[in-house]
């Protein structure tokens, strides 16, 4: 199964849906696709759309989910990292209305330059980063959570005064 998560931005995303829509059309997509949509109103026969779904069903989802295709938000992605799911991400664009502006790309080349998953830079591949995905292994994701608070109490201490 395919879980499609589009977040909860204010603004639609349909080149994604069209995009996986045309993939399954084309015979690319076999499998079960589930679309988590938001804002984003979209009909399909091919695909379940739920506008949202709560956190329970949302991690019973991902899961029973082989891949996640998602947008660039940093939270849908942490969570899928977390669960070690392989994961296609596309950066919502203002140049589309998709986002007030374009920092999603620099989020997904991040996180792809470490590998931690595909940015799928033009939605007209999608069969291709499709493909790759099949072999595609993530990185394990590390936080640098306790790293941060180290350095935070550090500075503090070096520079507040009792």
Known sequence: MILVTLGTNDKPFTRLLDAVEHAIEEGIIQEEVIVQAGFTKYKSDRMKVIDYIDREQFADYLAKADLLITHGGAGTIMTGLNKGKRILAAARLSAYGEHVNDH?????????????????????????????????????????RDHMIEQIETWIEQNVND
Request: proline share 5%; hydrophobic share 35%.
């Open 104 to 144: 999603q790309i620099q989020l997904l080349e991040a996180f792809e330059s470490k590998g931690y998953l595909i940015y799928m830079k033009d939605l007209d591949q999608l069969g291709t980063y499709l493909q790759k995905a099949r072999t595609f292994t993530p990185n394990p994701y590390v936080s640098q």
